[in-house]
């Protein structure tokens, strides 16, 4: 347990500075590849939740319905999703990315990792398994 409100913004500040580092890095990527960030966290959605269905991605996505159905459209035009009939119930449509689709968000995942693999591989080994363990151990409980 943090004790002490000086350990609790410490960690804000550096869970901020975390976030802060790779959203700037992302998004000056995102320009060089031609896609807005909130078309990124769709696209990731879908990523690590093939078959989503609109309203799923909507729950997940924290935005109303009418911006994740028209960032949807706008992502299937572009050929980087597509929209497919559930076997189960015809009546629900599943998002999927496309190969396009699959092969932009593993470029833009590849080039986060690298930000976080070379900061990490600037410090101690045992440092880096502490931190990954913490982190583990962090989200757990989120």
Same mark, same amino acid.
Request: aromatic content about 10%.
């Given at each position: 347990?943090?004790?002490?409100? #000086?350990?609790? &913004?410490k960690l804000e500040r550096n869970l901020r500075q975390i976030e802060l580092f790779l959203d700037q890095k992302t998004r000056r990527y995102l320009i060089l590849k031609g896609i807005s960030n909130a078309r *990124?966290?769709? $696209? &990731? !959605?879908?990523? *690590?939740?093939p078959g989503l269905s609109l /309203? #799923?991605?909507?729950? %997940?996505?924290? &935005? /109303?319905l009418s /911006? &994740?159905?028209n960032l949807t459209d706008q992502l299937v035009i572009s050929g980087l999703l597509s929209r497919e009939r559930r076997s189960d119930d015809r009546r629900v @449509? !599943?998002?999927? $990315? /496309? %190969? #396009?689709?699959?092969? $932009?968000?593993?470029? @833009?995942? %590849?080039y986060r990792y690298s930000l976080i693999r070379n900061i990490l591989e600037g410090m101690p080994a045992e440092s880096v398994s502490s931190f990954v363990k913490i982190i583990e151990e962090f989200v757990s409980h989120v």
């Open positions: 347990m943090i004790e002490g409100k #000086e350990n609790w &913004v *990124f966290i769709l $696209l &990731v !959605e879908v990523y *690590f939740n /309203t #799923e991605l909507y729950e %997940k996505m924290c &935005v /109303t /911006t &994740v159905s @449509i !599943e998002l999927n $990315l /496309t %190969k #396009e689709g699959h092969d $932009l968000l593993e470029d @833009i995942l %590849k």
